[in-house]
């Protein structure tokens, strides 16, 4: 992928979207089946340690390789020295990654004080300098997400303006400071100014909850990524009915105002390919611990699945999975094409 494919993409006025990044629940598994209901999105992975990929081969080697649906794949890094940022570029080159983003984002404590994250925030010449050696080790375009600011003495243009200088090729902002973390309201206006002051692409992340919302607040932004929203309704990136594989859905006239809602069997049958694919690309027992907590989100629309809860946060083997899924399909079949809201109250525990 050429270092200028992003504004290619803009002036062809492709409007794209993320999955967002998120340690923890994102792996191979998660990225296949958001593929499988929307196509058009693209995947970044969780954060790895730039240091740690250099040094360990075993963790390149059960990370980065992925299938073929998750193309193009983008991998996310952090870490502090720009040596290791460039060593760990050429790593990552070997596995058919599309691109590499670096976390400049994450505010955690002990990271920050040891000076990388978001910390980066108020070094923006350190900030630099990372870009700067990714983009000569290599040819794989580099992109960079972080916040507002720091603490809010921190000016983000100036610091994106270091970033583009040093050929970041796009800036995804979420909209608090490393400081706020997870509080406060959202508020778009610094990253619409951020854009105008900016010739490379600027995405728009927090808050998002699928394509009728993001058309409210684009605005002058190029694209949007989407975290939360995403748990329960894979198809929230959905923006119309051609992007559908028309093979995962029951019947054709769901959208409400933009969004599409799942029937009860679509997102049965999406938890149980999630399920599958687990199976498929984790090695280790732990796949069931991963699904356990998929399993309660993807119904978590469906009120009376508090019934099945229990079952679903003890499953041990992918019969289990398919068993438990199959028991609300026989208890509620006469729901099975019902989005939430046409489900009876009185069906409700
Ligand atoms: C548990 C957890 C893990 C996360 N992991 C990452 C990560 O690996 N890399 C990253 O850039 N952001 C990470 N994030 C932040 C999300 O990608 C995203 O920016 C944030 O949740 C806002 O998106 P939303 O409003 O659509 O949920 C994480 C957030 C949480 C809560």
Redesign the pocket.
């Known amino acids: 992928m050429s270092k200028n494919f992003w504004k290619e993409q803009i002036e062809k006025k492709w409007k794209l979207c993320f999955l967002?990044?998120?340690?923890?629940y994102w792996d191979s598994a998660y990225r296949q089946t958001m593929k499988k209901v929307a196509p058009h999105i693209e995947c970044i992975t969780?954060?790895y340690s730039a240091d740690w990929l250099v040094h360990s081969k075993m963790l390149a080697d059960s990370v980065l390789p992925h299938t073929e649906i998750e193309n193009p794949l983008i991998v996310?890094i952090f870490w502090k020295d720009p040596e290791n940022f460039a060593k760990a570029a050429k790593i990552i080159e070997k596995y058919d990654v599309a691109w590499i983003d670096v976390?400049m984002?994450?505010p955690a404590k002990k990271v920050v004080k040891s000076w990388h994250w978001a910390w980066l925030l108020i070094n923006e010449c350190k900030a630099y300098e990372i870009i700067e050696s990714l983009n000569k080790a290599t040819k794989l375009p580099i992109s960079v997400?972080t916040r507002l600011s720091f603490d809010w003495n921190q000016n983000l243009i100036n610091f994106a303006k270091w970033l583009e200088s040093a050929w970041a090729s796009l800036i995804t902002v979420?909209w608090r400071t490393a400081k706020q973390a997870y509080t406060w309201n959202a508020n778009f206006e610094p990253i619409y100014e951020l854009k105008n002051n900016l010739s490379i692409p600027v995405i728009c992340?927090?808050?998002?909850e699928n394509y009728e919302d993001w058309m409210k607040k684009v605005k002058n932004l190029d694209w949007f990524m989407?975290?939360?929203?995403t748990f329960w309704n894979p198809w929230c990136f959905i923006k119309n009915w051609e992007l559908i594989d028309h093979n995962w859905i029951t019947r054709p006239w769901k959208f409400i105002n933009w969004m599409y809602h799942p029937t009860l069997w679509e997102i049965l049958e999406i938890a149980e390919f999630h399920a599958v694919k687990l199976v498929e690309t984790k090695k280790e027992k732990k796949w069931c611990l991963e699904i356990r907590k998929h399993l309660v989100c993807y119904l978590k629309n469906f009120p009376w699945v508090k019934n099945y809860r229990k079952r679903l946060v003890t499953v041990e083997t992918l019969e289990e999975v398919i068993n438990v899924l199959n028991d609300i399909k026989i208890e509620f079949k006469t729901y099975l094409n019902s989005i939430p809201v046409e489900i009876p109250k009185e069906n409700y525990i």
Request: proline share 5%.
């Open positions: 967002a990044p998120m340690d923890w969780e954060f996310q976390n984002w994450c997400k979420h992340n927090w808050d998002v989407i975290w939360r929203a």
